[in-house]
């Protein structure tokens, strides 16, 4: 009897464990459904907004550096959204969004020495 109840318990752990499994593979696949759906949105957005040519730079500098190109996607969409662009955006006007996005994300490096003086004594070199 020991063996049935063991039995019935493992099949019990065992159903709870593949209904577990299974809501979180639902909760991926509405995670990769959702993400696809904004990526669409996206997609649809910025053919709308963008020039065939302006298109085709954006898709390069998205090979090169992607973050450069979300954030003047995310600008590009943000404008169209406040009806802030009068038409379709050229290789020229997008060249010159570029230009403004890089000047506000500029990193600006400085070098700073640290010059230590541990038993450094011009006095004591003289020997």
């Known amino acids: ?12 752990r065992m159903t709870e464990l593949q209904a577990k499994h299974g809501d979180s593979s639902n909760d991926q696949q509405g995670q990769q459904e959702a993400k696809q759906r904004d990526s669409e949105m996206r997609n649809s957005i910025l053919a709308q907004v963008l020039d065939q040519s302006a298109r085709a730079r954006l898709n390069n500098l998205a090979l090169v ?11 590009l969409i943000q404008m169209a959204r406040f009806g802030q662009l009068g038409g379709k955006i ?31 004594s011009d006095d004591e070199d003289d020997d």
């Open 1 to 12: 009897m020991a063996d049935d109840e063991l039995d019935a318990i493992r099949r019990q």
């Open 65 to 75: 550096k992607p973050d450069k190109a979300k954030a003047v996607e995310n600008y």
């Open 90 to 120: 050229t290789d020229t006007g997008l060249i010159e969004i570029l230009e403004k996005v890089s000047q506000q994300t500029e990193k600006k490096t400085t070098v700073k020495f640290n010059r230590r003086k541990v038993m450094d």
